[in-house]
């Protein structure tokens, strides 16, 4: 061994990636990311259902536009709850009056 003083580290990023990875599919986080994504879709998918959507948003500063995850990144799971979070009331205001 040319460098015996050296002691050999796994990337730090690639780690916590991994364990996050795993984090997101214990069962209870893979059941809410999968509704998260069909009410996104819902809202999406339908251009009265978005136009809804975007009217109930309006006035709203905190509101951000509904994100779905990339399957490479776990942090995009993050971004499609926090965005859930923040379009909260308009989305319940949506649903209620789609009466799902």
Partial sequence: MKFIFTLPFGCAAHGLNLLIYDITRLDF????????????????????NLAVF??????????????????????????????????KKALHSLLSLMKL
Wanted: positive net charge; aromatic residues 10%.
């Fill in 29 to 48: 986080l893979k059941d809410l990311i999968k509704t998260l994504k069909k009410i996104i879709k819902y809202v999406k998918n339908s251009h009265v």
């Fill in 54 to 87: 975007t009217q109930k948003l309006y006035g709203n500063k905190e509101a951000m536009t509904l994100k779905l995850p990339c399957k490479t990144r776990w942090f995009g799971a993050y971004i499609m709850c926090e965005s859930v979070l923040k379009n």
